[in-house]
């Protein structure tokens, strides 16, 4: 009949349909929404970053768990700062300026296994960083405080600090201390106290333009390949770019300028090496009471050229 299609006419259609409806499936995917979500995918922030913050409002802070603290912003402040009461405490200052205030910036006194790092303490009525044994503080700026920059006690290490212009001595240390690559410049007094009669070490450091001594060594201490200059400049207090007050002390390769007096040796048993002082007010002035003191100069009227032993001064 001329209206209607033999069934077969179809076939080819059907068929294209089919692999059509196929390929929307495989593309498509399946039909059903998939059930609910199971256990959450985020990680809870305390996981992320289980350091507590610091944030202004909450100074005076005492911390009194041990754990790891950070600046959360920065804090400039008429009031107290941080005070440490505990045992094995980290405060990052992240790279953010601490600025006070009464009393230290940071006060763990009494407290063992400090570190502090990265920042800047400065305009305390006290102490910037005042810290117990076996401290640790690393890349600070410690400045314009009215007490000390830093006083750290036994076995306490510090490092890659600049501090200045603080109104009683650049950095303290007590026994078993060391301090590396650090610069002590235009505090009050000391550049660097070793008040510790056992010992410490001083290593790579820039002492420069303080008001009294560069380097004082109460006794058993290392001073070494350090730059000194300036110290006492005017010569007003009779100081010296290094003051050896104590025993025992080994003091070698160091550049000694401009300063009041270059060395200053009241101790005895010291052994002073291949130094270079020259261009101070007085090169050296050695306490007549002390003795076995290995401390050999070579200047420019000296024959020949001077030994590894010799301490070179250039007037």
């Known amino acids: 009949m001329k209206g209607r299609r033999h069934w077969k006419t179809w076939l080819p259609m059907l068929a294209a349909l089919t692999f ?8 498509a995917g399946p039909l059903e929404p998939p059930g609910p979500p199971g256990d959450p995918t985020m990680i809870p922030i ?15 802070f005492t911390i009194e768990d041990p754990g790891s603290y950070y600046l959360a912003e920065e804090i400039i402040t008429t009031g107290g700062g ?7 405490v980290t405060i990052d200052l992240m790279g953010f300026k601490l600025e006070g205030g009464t009393g230290p910036g940071i006060d763990g006194y009494l407290s ?4 502090v790092r990265n920042g800047t303490i400065r305009g305390w009525s006290g102490t910037g960083i005042r810290v117990s044994a076996k401290a640790v503080l690393t890349d600070l700026i410690v400045e314009s405080n ?25 950095i303290i240390v007590g026994n078993g201390c060391s301090v590396e690559n650090c610069t002590a410049s235009s505090n009050t007094e000391n550049g660097i106290w070793l008040s510790g009669p056992l010992g410490a070490l001083v290593s790579g450091c820039v002492v420069d333009y303080n008001g009294k001594n560069g380097i004082r060594i109460d006794g058993n201490s290392t001073i070494l390949n350090n730059h000194i200059r300036g110290n006492d400049l005017n010569g007003t207090n009779g100081k010296a770019g290094i003051w050896v007050n104590g025993a025992h002390n080994r003091i070698e390769g160091n550049s000694i300028f401009d300063n009041n007096i270059g060395v200053d040796l009241d101790g005895s048993a010291n052994i002073l090496k291949g130094n270079v002082i020259m261009s101070n007010l007085t090169e050296y002035e050695i306490n007549p009471s ?16 001077p030994g590894p032993w010799h301490n070179v001064s250039i007037h």
Request: charged letters at 15%; aromatic letters at 8%; one cysteine or more.
């Open 46 to 60: 305390d996981q992320v970053d289980p350091r507590i913050p610091i944030y202004g409002f909450m100074l005076p």
């Open 146 to 170: 009215g007490g000390s920059g830093i006083d750290v006690g036994y076995g306490s290490r510090v490092t890659g600090c600049t501090v200045s212009n603080n109104s009683v001595h650049g």
């Open 290 to 305: 002390s003795v076995l003191n290995l401390f050999l100069i070579w200047d420019q009227t000296t024959p020949g050229d």
């Open 112 to 115: 063992e296994r400090t570190t």
């Open 20 to 27: 059509c409806g196929i390929l929307i499936g495989v593309y």
């Open 82 to 88: 941080i005070i440490v009461h505990a045992h094995d």
